[in-house]
Each structure stands twice: as C-alpha cells, then as structure tokens.
C-alpha cells in the first residue's frame, strides 16, 4: 500500500522525506515551482529542482567512452562508471540552471570523467522517476557488467543528489562488497526512515561543508558491515549544493582514486585518517 506525501518546494527533492530542512535554515526564495506528490515507496523524490519540461539524452558522440546504457561488447580489463545526476535534469534538461546554484555541466562531468579513464555509462531520467525502480535498473546493469567478466573493483556507482539516493538502494540491493559507490550530497534524514537499507560495498561519501541541505553519511554508513571501505570526504568548494554541479577537482580526484585508476589502486583503506591535498578532511 502507497502513502503519498505532498512535498514541499525545495531545493533538491531527492529521496522520501529529503524536504526537510535542518533547523534553523532559512528558507530560500524561488519562482514558479510547484508542489509534487512523493511515493514513499519509492524513496526518492519525483520532483527535480525547478519547474521546467523533460530533458533530451546527451549528445552523441562528446566522446566515444561516453554511452546511456551498457555496451553491446563488453570489455572486462575497462573501468565503468555509471553517473547518476541530480534531480534538476529531469525536468530542465541536460543543461540546466538552478537560481541559486548555477548551471549544472552535466556534459562537461561526464566528459571529465571519460578523460579520466572511465567507460561512463549515464542517461537522461525522465521526469517524475520512481528512485526505487530506476535503482533496480542500475542493478541489472552491475550484474550485467560483472557476469561478462569485470571484475566488481572494476565498477563504481557515482550518484549526486537525487542520483545519489539512487545508487545507495542500489548498493543495498547488490549486496557485494567489492563494488565501489560514491555518494554525492546524498544523505539527510530521509534515511531515517528507511532502516532497511543497508549500503554494502566500498563506501565513500562526499559532501559539501557549506551545503545546507544535505549532511553526513555517518549513520548510513554506521549500518553497514563494510567498515574497513567506508570514508566520508568533506569538501571546502563553496557553492553549497551546486558544489557538484560542475567538474571540480575537489571531488572528481577523489572518485578516480577511489576506484584505483592512474596507478592508485585502492589506496584509501590503507590511508583512514588521510586527507587528499587540500580539498578537506576525510573521515571513517
């Protein structure tokens, strides 16, 4: 049986529950947004952050590393990312710009990424998408990956925001705990209400210091069994939320180095009070 829930208007409905605020958190003025309606079976918010009509896939051929689903042929020795994005591309499209925050560059990450090293497997959501569901196709495409014989330590899970709430239920469904995932300004008190999910896998967390709207993963990560491959990064960006809306640096070294690309395999959980030049700390 559904509940439903009418969300307030904020500044990213990512998951069940993700509308409301830390005390004391002024309220942010916006144009035109309307109040959705939240299955709270779903876990993640229907809405994106601001009004607008569906987005198109990216365009073809920005890179040739760069796919919407898992490739017809694949190869076991590459390196996969699967990027999932905020909740504002679904309804403003691959190149939207919030009022507060900015243009989120959601080309320009994935292309970051590729450069990098990945094979980046990311697509368009359409409006409204059910996280719970959409978690369910990301999980068929790990499976898909490793049954053609990628190694788990080959796959990382990247997911932002809403994105990032996507790929938690997906790490609670996989299971495995040599997958990687990297969860970005995912976590507030929306997974209070969802003991259930337990994260598995190699788990790091990146937020934001000046983000107002999302918090530690420290309680997310508290259930999982995992703890020797858990580290939470907190960045000094600035920018709040929209910190990720672009290809930092400050965020986008530390994925490749958690997935042990350009010579730095695993190296994390050998480093557990390690911090990574001067982006900020990193903690268990």
């Known amino acids: 049986m559904k509940r439903t829930y009418p969300a307030p208007v904020c500044d ?8 409301r605020r830390p005390s004391g958190i002024a309220e942010v003025r916006r144009a035109a947004c309307h109040v959705v309606v939240v299955s709270f ?10 009004c607008g009509a569906p987005g ?37 499209g691959i190149r939207p710009t919030h009022p507060r925050f900015g243009v989120y ?32 196709k990301v999980v068929e495409q790990v499976r898909e990956l490793l049954a053609a014989g990628v190694p788990p330590d080959h796959v990382t899970v990247v997911g932002f925001s809403k994105g990032g709430g996507i790929a938690i239920a997906a790490s609670s469904m ?25 994260p598995r896998g190699r788990l790091l967390s990146l937020r934001e210091a000046s983000d107002e709207l999302m918090g530690t993963c420290d309680g997310l990560f508290a259930r999982s069994p995992s703890q020797h491959v858990q580290r939470e990064i907190v960045l000094h960006v600035g920018g709040g939320h929209g910190a990720f809306y ?10 490749v180095e958690w997935a042990g690309l350009e010579g730095s395999a695993a190296p994390f959980p050998d480093r557990p009070d390690a911090e990574i030049g001067d982006q900020g700390e990193s903690r268990q």
């Open 174 to 198: 996989l299971a495995d705990d040599d997958l990687n995932f990297v969860f970005m300004a995912a976590c507030n008190p929306w997974l209070d209400d969802h003991p259930e999910i337990v």
């Open 56 to 92: 198109e896939a990216p365009a073809d051929g920005a890179l040739s590393n760069i796919i919407s689903g898992v490739p017809s042929v694949i190869e076991p020795d590459a390196r996969y990312l699967i990027y999932l994005h905020g909740a504002i591309i679904e309804t403003q």
């Open 105 to 136: 560059e959601y080309e320009k990450i994935l292309q970051t990424l590729a450069e990098r090293g990945f094979v980046v497997i990311s697509e368009v959501r359409p409006a409204g998408t059910d996280g719970m569901v959409y978690a369910t």
């Open 12 to 19: 990213t409905p990512h998951v069940a529950g993700c509308c």
């Open 246 to 255: 672009r290809p930092h640096p400050e965020w986008v070294d530390p994925i």
């Open 41 to 50: 079976a779903a876990m993640v918010c229907a809405a994106g952050l601001a």
